[in-house]
């Protein structure tokens, strides 16, 4: 299980602090004998004030300290206490970004094309995470998410999968079989290499951090930057133009 730090406030420590618990949630659901429950008071646990906030410029804001707002839901017997989803969008209210889910949905839709060394398993998890931050459901938006990643996805996979789609229909049952096709076509040079000359490419590599052109990939972890709007926070961090992907590098989630 990720550590979990404490929430004091801020949308992008938000962000953060959210993504961490889903993430604990998913590996280790054995911890939450009641589910939804059980996550709710686990996340109320870890809100704290903006007294002790990271950022000391933070720490004076007259806002309403996290662990005080989680006392109204308590004493209103309010139903998010039995529902995660429904408690972060409730936090989401009160301490995100409201520009965010625009942010989001135009970032995703600027970075939706697969990078020229983008693995499809990176595309995969990049092109999800953009979506979670739009809050577009992989179930609900299916249908748009699969054109989007058939748009998105390299020619030369294109070409490689378009035959394994079933007689008679132009696209894959779901989304997640269009994903496990491309990625079992993708070519791996090193598969090919031979076992002495693999281990020198994976040192190269291991040595500079990165590929072996020296592109690097930001961690799919970190909360996207948001442009300053509506916010009950102050301190959000400016984010810069996005810039569409020219196959070198990919903007920071």
């Keep these: 299980m990720v550590d979990l730090l404490w929430y004091c406030g801020g949308a992008k420590e938000l962000d953060k602090f959210l993504e961490t618990l889903r ?6 659901k054995h911890l939450f004998p009641r589910g939804d429950p059980d996550q709710v008071k686990y996340a109320v646990s870890f809100l704290n004030t903006w007294n002790n906030h990271s950022d000391t410029t ?41 520009d965010r889910h625009l942010n989001s949905a135009a970032k995703a839709m600027q970075e939706y094309q697969q990078l020229q060394n983008e693995s499809v398993r990176v595309y ?14 992989l179930i609900t938006h299916e249908v748009v998410l699969y054109d989007m990643a058939w748009a998105g996805l390299r020619h030369v996979l294109k070409t490689k999968v378009r035959p394994w789609i079933s007689s008679g229909k132009d696209r894959f ?21 031979p076992g002495g000359q693999q281990q020198q490419r994976q040192a190269g590599v291991s040595q500079k ?8 990939r930001p961690s799919i972890s970190e909360p996207a930057e948001s442009t300053p709007g509506n916010s009950n926070n102050t301190g959000n961090s400016k984010s810069g133009k996005s ?11």
């Design 124 to 137: 995969v998890n990049c092109l999800k995470a953009y979506s979670r931050r739009a809050c577009w459901s």
């Design 23 to 28: 993430s604990n949630f998913a590996s280790h």
């Design 173 to 193: 049952n779901t989304l997640d079989q269009l994903f496990d096709c491309a990625a079992a076509s993708e070519f791996k040079p090193d598969d090919k290499m």
């Design 58 to 98: 933070q720490r004076q804001t007259e806002n309403t300290d996290p662990s005080e707002w989680a006392s109204d839901p308590r004493e209103a017997k309010d139903p998010c206490l039995e529902n995660f989803e429904l408690f972060a969008n409730k936090l989401q209210k009160m301490y995100g970004d409201t």
């Design 209 to 216: 951090g990165g590929d072996k052109k020296g592109n690097f």
């Design 243 to 253: 810039n569409k992907p020219s196959g070198g590098s990919r903007a920071n989630l």
